[in-house]
Nanobody, 123 residues
Framework: QVQLVESGGGLVQPGGSLRLTCVAS????????MVWYRQAPGKQRELVAA???????NYADSVKGRFTISRDNAKNTVYLQMNSLKPEDTAIYYC?????????????????WGQGTQVTVSS
């Protein structure tokens, strides 16, 4: 009933930039938090950045000052602007909406994940 679709990944040189986009679609009534995670080969999935519908944001220490999360609540879309990319940023980036409320089910929260988009930082 709800889908998250990420886009914008790719190959970029160290120091470059990418902008990831995640669009939520379906019979959505509201989404509070939207979160970007990443998982590098052989490592656990880690939180990169999060944003609430009210505008609060949170970042992993490793990306502070380089990445910016933003949202368009009307479009159920979240962005991740990634600047000054480093090889250690290489990972699959996943979009997550942990508290989606659907039309018609106001007391139920859905935890939804996207399929991921690959980001590779290499010269």
């Amino acid at each position: 009933q709800v889908q998250l679709v990420e886009s914008g990944g790719g190959l970029v040189q160290p120091g470059g930039s990418l902008r990831l986009t995640c669009v939520a679609s379906g019979s959505i009534f509201s989404i509070n938090a939207m979160v970007w995670y990443r998982q590098a080969p052989g490592k656990q999935r880690e939180l990169v950045a999060a944003a609430t519908s009210g505008g609060a944001t949170n970042y992993a220490d490793s990306v502070k000052g380089r990445f910016t999360i933003s949202r368009d609540n009307a479009k159920n879309t979240v962005y991740l602007q990634m600047n000054s990319l480093k090889p250690e940023d290489t990972a699959i980036y996943y979009c997550n909406a942990p508290d989606v409320v659907l039309v018609g089910t106001p007391n139920r929260y859905y935890n939804v994940w996207g399929q991921g988009t690959q980001v590779t930082v290499s010269s």
